[in-house]
């Protein structure tokens, strides 16, 4: 059985790589989360939050 992956080994793995725009569905929690570390890592250019609830968007944007 393999170890499940955390977002931050999956973010040391792609040290390497650049995104020219990354898609996150879903931006709460773990999706901001993400968003978030692809920017601070600089990882890719521009992360887009996709969602359905406005809350969820307006926090994303902070």
Not at 7 to 33: D, K, Q
């Amino acid at each position: 059985m393999t170890k499940p992956a955390s977002a931050a080994n999956m973010l040391a793995a792609m040290e390497t790589s650049s995104f020219s725009v990354v898609a996150i569905l879903g931006p709460g929690l773990i999706g901001g989360s993400l968003g978030l570390a692809l920017r601070q890592r600089r990882l890719a250019q521009r992360v887009v939050g996709i969602g359905h609830r406005a809350t969820s968007l307006a926090a994303a944007k902070r």
